[in-house]
């Protein structure tokens, strides 16, 4: 079946530092899955971050940037400076467009910004 | 104001009691979604509701029912609830035009003793 592979957490790093969330993906239906970024803040239920649906091309909110490459298979997440309202669990998952199936998950990585 | 709400946030059962896991949208939202998520396995797929008394199995669901009989509400019923069921639950809802983004609740944390 499909699945996603995500940095393993908790990550921890200080305010204003970059912060980089390694995703790599295999899909087993599809040869262009749809790609996400969920996160999860203290308290609330995963909001979307981004999506990306067309290889090659990079989405982007909130000051994080992931790029869809085909070649690598990977949906790395990124930020340039972070800040401590960024502390939250960040989600890498997989969907085919598919009625009779959800998202595939990956475990969720644990992100930590101290002032 | 596009909405997933769940009821209860946090409960506790006995093993052998039934459990009622409630998930309203306000989206008008033509599939609904539970997942349950425990430490380790990331979030796993326990059914799918594609309209009003429209279900499918996910990739879990031994030991779970779901009833949707008004679009905009999806239950998770455990009948007989076990210790193993302990975990965390999450609604999700999606429009048909876009099944993949989905839209997620807080989640119900139980607690089967």
């Known amino acids: 079946g499909d699945s996603v592979t995500q940095t393993e957490g908790p990550v921890t790093v200080s305010e204003s530092e970059s912060l980089i969330i390694n995703c790599t993906y295999s899909?087993?239906?599809?040869?262009?899955?749809?790609l996400f970024w969920y996160v999860r803040y203290p308290g609330e239920g995963l909001q979307l971050l981004l999506k990306?649906?067309?290889?090659?091309q990079k989405g982007s909110s909130r000051g994080f940037e992931a790029t869809y490459n085909k070649e690598t298979t990977s949906f790395h997440l990124q930020k340039a400076s972070v800040q401590e309202s960024d502390s939250a669990v960040y989600y890498c998952?997989?969907?085919?467009?598919?009625?009779?199936?959800?998202?595939?998950f990956g475990l969720g990585t644990r992100v930590s910004v101290f002032p | 104001d596009m909405k997933v709400t769940q009821m209860p946030r946090y409960l506790i059962k006995r093993m052998g009691e039934n459990v009622l896991l409630e998930c309203g949208q306000d989206?008008?939202?033509?599939?609904m979604y539970w997942y349950r998520q425990d430490p380790g396995l990331g979030l796993q797929l326990i059914y799918i509701?594609?309209?009003?008394?429209?279900?499918s199995e996910g990739d879990i669901p031994k030991g779970y029912r779901v009833s949707r009989k008004k679009r905009e509400h999806f239950s998770l019923i455990l009948d007989s609830a076990k210790t193993n069921q302990t975990s965390v639950y999450f609604c999700?809802?999606?429009?048909?035009?876009?099944?993949?983004?989905?839209?997620f609740g807080p989640g119900t944390r139980l607690l089967v003793l």
């Open positions: 999700a809802s999606s429009p048909g035009t876009d099944q993949d983004t989905q839209y």
């Open positions: 899909a087993t239906s599809i040869a262009y899955p749809n």
């Open positions: 990306v649906i067309t290889a090659g």
């Open positions: 998952a997989l969907g085919e467009n598919n009625y009779a199936q959800g998202l595939t």
């Open positions: 989206m008008s939202h033509e599939t």
């Open positions: 509701s594609y309209d009003v008394d429209s279900n």
